[in-house]
């Protein structure tokens, strides 16, 4: 099993920033790749952004290309998520995610993620 805690949520005017850092524990080693996702209320989950442990690659939701970026340090197994020039509409909680799959297809959906944080909300204000 692997354990996924989230922080550095909370609220900001627009145009600001924040960053998310998410710690893993336990079984890290079989984790393949992780992901951040969102949900405001009334809405799907939604693919954020994502990266492979060993950073061959990168993969961004176009609501945020250029603004958000993920990064990791497999030494701390953290992953992270600064978000620049935020908007209201980027309001929501925000979700680690790990996952195991050898072959990911779909970077930025949630199914092929298998273990989940709690979450931890931002808000944007105008």
């Known amino acids: 099993q692997v354990q996924l805690v989230e922080s550095g949520g909370g609220s900001v005017q627009a145009g600001g920033s924040l960053r998310l850092s998410c710690a893993a524990s336990?079984?890290?080693?079989?984790?393949?790749?992780m992901g951040w996702f969102r949900q405001a209320p009334g809405k799907e989950r939604e693919g954020v952004a994502a990266?492979?442990?060993?950073?061959?690659?990168?993969y961004y939701a176009d609501s945020v290309k250029g603004r958000f970026t993920i990064s990791r340090d497999n030494a701390k197994n953290t992953v992270s998520l600064e978000m620049n020039s935020l908007k209201p509409e980027d309001s929501a909680m925000y979700y680690c995610?790990?996952?195991?799959?050898?072959?990911?297809?779909?970077?930025?959906?949630?199914?092929?993620?298998?273990?989940w944080g709690q979450g931890t909300q931002v808000t944007v204000s105008s």
């Open positions: 995610a790990a996952g195991r799959a050898f072959l990911l297809t779909q970077p930025l959906d949630r199914n092929w993620y298998n273990y």
């Open positions: 336990g079984y890290t080693i079989s984790v393949k790749y």
């Open positions: 990266i492979y442990t060993d950073g061959s690659s990168t």
